[in-house]
C-alpha cells in the first residue's frame, strides 16, 4: 500500500513537471490560498456547531432546572398536605371508631372533618383530591373524602404500599376516570394524575388505612403538556416501569422520528444522575437530550430538542461562504493567469532564444530590455552567447594550431626513432669492442628518453617509475664513479599500483644534487620503500647527504603547502639552478589529481639525512608508459 502510494505521488509530480510554469504557478497559487480557505472556513464552522451546540444544551439545562424547581415544589405542597391530614386528630378519633356512629355524630363528624379535608384541598388548587381509604366497619364513606378501602383494594400499588410501614409511595395512575376506578361519578375526563400513597398507621404495625394525595400530572410536570409553536422540543416523563406521559396532541415528537423505545432507552442509559445531556440521532437527524431523574419519585424526565433546523441553517451558510470562496478564487485565478502570462511573455521569449541556440544558430540578438529578474536573465544570456562566440572562434584558432602541432610531433617522432636507433647502433659497436660499461650507460639512457618522450598517458604503475629511476642513477654513476647506491623495500603487491608519471625521478634527482657532499666525498645512498597506511600509499625516499638545517626543512615545507617556488632558504636563485621539474611541480601535480590530502612532506637532519615522504591513494591500475622499457643493465 504504501509502494503503491508512493508511486502515485511520482506519477503526479512528474506529470506536474511537465505542465508549463504558467500552470503551474496558477495551480500552486489555487492549492495556497483554497486549502487554508476551506480549512479556516472548516474549523470555523466547526467550532460554531459546537458553540451552538453547547448553549442548546445550557439552555435545556437550565430549562430543566426550572422544570426541577416547579416539580419540587408541587412534591413539597403534596407532602405537607399529606402531612396534615394524616397528623389531624380529629381524622385520627374518626378511623379509630369502635361503634357505629349515630346520625347526629356522623352529621358533625361530616359538616366539621370533611369540610376541613376539603378546605385544605382547597388551599392548594393544584391538588385534585386528598383521599382517606379505611376498613373500619365503623367508619362510614363521606364523599369526597372518607372511602372504603375495598375500592382501591385491586390496585397494582395497593401491596406495595401497605408493605412499606407507612413510607411514602408515589405513583402515577394513567387515569383518574371515578366512574371506572371506585364507581362515583365524579370527573369523567380521562388524565393521568400523580399519586401520593401512604400507609396509616397510629399504632405501629397496626393497619388503619390508606392516604392518598394526587395532582394531575398536567399540573405536577406543566413543561409536558405545554405546546409552544414553533419550538422543536418536547418534555417526556418517564415512570419506573417504563410507562411515557407526555402532550399526545403535540405530533412533534413523531414528526421528529423519536420514537418511544428511544426515550425509554435514554431513560434507562441515565441512570440516577441529577442533570445529564445526551446527543443522539433520531431518523438520521441531530438531536440532543436532557435527561433529569428524581430520586423520590423514582421518574425520568427528559427534553428532548432537535438540532436540524440551526445546523442546517449553519451548514447553509458554510456552503454559502465555501461557495463564495470558490467564486472568489476563480476570479482572481483568472485575473492572474493573464497577469503571469504577461509577466512570463519575456521568459517566453528567453526560452525561444535558448531553442534557437540548442539548433545551433548564436547569430542573433535577444530582444529583451529592462530590469527584475527576467531582464538580469536576458543580460546573462546575451553576455553567454558573446562568450561561447569568442570560444567558437577560439577553439577554431586552437584546431589549425592542433593540426600544425600534430605535424610537427610526426616529425619528432621520427627524429626519435632516429635517435633511438642510433644509440642502439652505438651501443651494439661498444659491446662488440668489450666496452660493456658504455654499452649499459648507453641502455640507461635509452630507457630514460624513450619514458620521457613517450608520453601517452598522466598514469604510470610504481614498477615503471622504480625502472625509470634505476636508469636515471645508472647514468648518474658514470658521473659519480658509481658513488650512488639506490636500494629498494617495496613489496611485489604494491608494484602495480597507479601513480603519476615522473614524480619519483625528481625526488632522487634532488637527492643526488643536494645530498652528495662537494666533490664527491663519501658517495650516497638511496633507500626507498613503501606502505599502506588508511587507505594511501605511503612512498618514502630517503639518502644519508647531508641534510638540511630544520629552519631549511621548515621553510621547505611551508613553500610546498603554499605552492612557493622551491629553493634552499640561504640559497639565492639562480636561472637554470634546479633543472628537472622539482619538487614544487611534483607537488602542483599532486594536489591537482588527487586533490590537498595528497602531496609531499619533507624530513631532514643536518649531516645525518634527507627523507621525502609522497601520500598518493591506493589504486590499481595499467599505467600510461611502454611496458618495453626493460632495464637492461649490470648492478655493480
Not at 439545562?61 to 408541587?74: Q, W
Not at 540578438?365 to 536573465?377: N, Y
Not at 641534510?547 to 629553493?567: D, I, R, S
Request: with cysteine; aromatic share 8%; proline share 3%.
Amino acid at each position: 500500500m504504501k509502494q503503491r502510494l508512493g508511486r502515485w505521488i511520482r506519477e503526479i509530480a512528474y506529470k506536474m513537471e511537465q505542465w508549463p510554469i504558467q500552470q503551474r504557478l496558477i495551480m500552486t497559487y489555487i492549492v495556497i490560498l483554497l486549502i487554508p480557505s476551506l480549512l479556516i472556513a472548516w474549523l470555523l464552522f466547526r467550532d460554531m456547531s459546537a458553540e451552538y451546540i453547547d448553549k442548546a444544551r445550557r439552555e435545556s439545562e437550565s430549562a430543566m432546572e426550572v422544570e426541577r424547581a416547579n416539580v419540587e415544589s408541587n412534591i413539597e405542597t403534596m407532602l405537607r398536605a399529606a402531612e396534615l391530614a394524616y397528623t389531624y386528630k380529629d381524622v385520627e378519633e374518626y378511623l379509630r371508631l369502635v361503634r357505629e356512629p349515630e346520625t347526629l355524630e356522623l352529621m358533625n363528624i361530616r359538616d366539621h372533618l370533611v369540610s376541613v379535608m376539603t378546605h385544605l384541598q382547597n388551599t392548594n388548587p393544584k391538588i385534585r383530591h386528598i383521599r382517606i381509604f379505611t376498613d373500619n366497619e365503623n367508619v362510614r364513606e363521606l364523599y369526597p373524602v372518607f372511602w372504603r378501602e375495598s375500592r382501591i383494594a385491586g390496585e397494582p400499588w395497593y401491596e406495595t404500599v401497605n408493605g412499606l410501614n407507612g413510607q411514602i409511595h408515589w405513583q402515577v395512575s394513567p387515569s383518574d376516570d371515578e366512574l371506572m376506578r371506585r364507581g362515583v361519578v365524579d370527573d369523567v375526563v380521562p388524565a393521568p394524575v400523580m399519586m401520593l400513597l401512604r400507609e396509616i398507621e397510629y399504632i405501629s404495625g397496626v393497619h388503619a388505612g390508606v392516604l392518598e394525595v394526587d395532582m394531575r400530572l398536567q399540573n405536577f410536570f406543566p413543561s409536558i403538556y405545554t405546546r409552544y409553536e414553533g419550538q422543536p422540543a418536547q418534555m417526556v416523563a418517564v415512570d419506573r416501569s417504563g410507562e411515557l406521559y407526555f402532550n399526545r396532541d403535540n405530533p412533534w415528537l413523531a414528526e421528529a422520528g423519536v420514537t418511544e423505545e428511544q426515550l425509554k432507552e435514554l431513560a434507562a442509559a441515565a441512570g440516577t444522575d441529577r442533570i445529564r445531556s445526551v446527543p443522539f440521532r433520531a431518523d438520521g437527524r441531530p438531536m440532543l437530550a436532557v435527561i433529569a431523574y428524581f430520586d423520590q419519585l423514582d421518574m425520568h424526565l427528559i427534553n428532548v430538542v432537535s438540532l436540524e433546523q440551526v445546523l442546517h441553517d449553519m451548514n447553509e451558510a458554510r456552503n454559502k461562504l465555501i461557495a463564495a470562496i470558490v467564486f472568489l478564487l476563480v476570479v482572481l485565478s483568472t485575473v492572474t493567469w493573464f497577469s503571469v502570462k504577461l509577466i512570463l511573455k519575456r521568459l517566453i521569449i528567453l526560452r525561444d532564444s535558448m531553442k534557437k541556440v540548442r539548433q545551433g544558430d548564436f547569430s542573433f540578438d535577444i530582444p529583451v530590455r529592462g530590469g527584475g529578474e527576467v531582464g538580469e536573465l536576458a543580460h546573462h544570456f546575451r553576455k553567454m552567447l558573446k562568450k561561447i562566440n569568442e570560444l567558437i572562434a577560439d577553439a577554431v584558432r586552437k584546431q589549425a594550431a592542433s593540426k600544425e602541432a600534430e605535424l610537427r610531433t610526426l616529425k619528432n617522432q621520427i627524429d626519435s626513432h632516429f635517435l633511438y636507433n642510433t644509440l642502439e647502433n652505438i651501443k651494439m659497436l661498444a659491446e662488440i669492442e668489450g666496452k660493456f660499461e658504455i654499452s649499459d650507460a648507453l641502455t640507461s639512457l635509452g630507457g630514460l628518453m624513450r619514458y620521457n618522450l613517450r608520453w601517452t598517458s598522466e598514469y604510470a604503475q610504481l614498477r615503471d617509475e622504480l625502472a625509470h629511476v634505476a636508469n636515471y642513477i645508472a647514468i648518474m654513476n658514470i658521473r659519480f664513479e658509481r658513488k650512488i647506491r639506490l636500494t629498494t623495500d617495496i613489496p611485489e603487491r604494491w608494484l602495480g599500483c597507479e601513480m603519476l608519471k615522473l614524480t619519483l625521478q625528481p625526488i632522487v634527482e634532488n637527492a643526488v644534487k643536494h645530498g652528495i657532499a662537494e666533490g664527491g666525498g663519501r658517495g650516497l645512498e638511496i633507500r626507498m620503500a613503501c606502505r599502506e597506511e588508511r587507505g594511501m600509499l605511503v612512498l618514502t625516499v630517503e639518502d644519508d647527504g647531508k641534510g638540511m638545517t630544520p629552519e631549511q626543512t621548515a621553510a621547505l615545507n611551508v613553500k610546498l603547502e603554499q605552492g612557493g617556488a622551491f629553493m634552499l632558504p640561504d640559497e639565492p636563485a639562480r636561472e637554470g639552478k634546479e633543472g628537472g621539474i622539482g619538487l614544487l611541480n611534483v607537488q602542483q601535480r599532486i594536489r591537482l589529481y588527487y586533490g590537498p590530502g595528497c602531496g609531499l612532506a619533507v624530513e631532514s637532519e643536518e649531516g645525518r639525512y634527507t627523507r621525502v615522504t609522497m601520500r598518493l591513494p591506493l589504486r590499481s591500475g595499467n599505467g600510461g608508459a611502454d611496458e618495453d622499457a626493460n632495464v637492461a643493465h649490470r648492478r655493480r
